[in-house]
Each structure stands twice: as C-alpha cells, then as structure tokens.
Nanobody
Framework: VQLQAFGGGLVQAGGSLRLSCAAS????????MGWFRQAPGKEREFVAS????????AYADSVKGRFTISRDNARNTVYLQMEKPKSEDTAVYYC????????????????????WGQGTLVTVSS
C-alpha cells in the first residue's frame, strides 16, 4: 500500500491541526494504521495507532487526551486530530501501515509497519 501524508504546517500552541494520510494500492482495510513522529535530533517515536476496524486505538502517553486517531475505510484515509499542541509536538509526522490478521489489534512498534508515507512537518509555535 502506498501512503501520502499531508496537512502539516505551522500551528500555534493551544490551537488545532488535522493530519491526513491517503492510501492507495492494496486493500486499506487489511491494515492497522499508525502515526509516528521524529523531532530534530531525536529518534522516531510512536504517536498513535488504530485497528483495521477502527474500534481499537492506542496512544503514546505524551499525546493521550490531546490527539485523536481515526480512519475512514471508505475513503482509504487515516487522520490524526491534534488538539492543544505543544512546542514539543514539533516534528515530522509519518503515517504507516501494518498488515494485521485480526481487525481489532493495533501496534505501537515501528518494525511491525511495512509501508510508510513521506512525512509531513508540523511546527508548533509558542
């Protein structure tokens, strides 16, 4: 599956921003989807994941309660709604796809994702 992330940009701390990731190729609903991010000088880290069915989600502690992952299987798109972002959320955000046998499982491990988008830069100004 091919992935293209977009929606990044400059956002004020305390504002909101929605990232989107469009998938093409193989059946989107066969994959759990995830968002990861990499800040300058830091390693890539997990942000959020959603199951194939959309019924199960997982979040990094740093974003829990502020970010929401969702998906629209009819539109082959996964979203990351960012509320009240902080300066430490500044990073390049990547969407990724993880093939899953079960419709309700998620993954927080980057090595379980085999398709990655090109990344979209989010800059949070304070």
């Amino acid at each position: 599956v091919q992935l293209q992330a977009f929606g990044g940009g400059l956002v004020q701390a305390g504002g909101s921003l929605r990232l989107s990731c469009a998938a093409s190729g193989r059946a989107f609903s066969d994959y759990a989807m995830g968002w990861f991010r990499q800040a300058p000088g830091k390693e890539r880290e997990f942000v959020a994941s959603i199951s194939r069915s959309g019924t199960t989600t997982a979040y990094a502690d740093s974003v829990k309660g502020r970010f929401t992952i969702s998906r629209d299987n009819a539109r082959n798109t996964v979203y990351l709604q960012m509320e009240k972002p902080k300066s430490e959320d500044t990073a390049v955000y990547y969407c990724a796809a993880s093939p899953r046998s079960y419709t309700t499982t998620v993954s927080t491990r980057a090595r379980e994702y085999n398709s990655w988008g090109q990344g979209t830069l989010v800059t949070v100004s304070s």
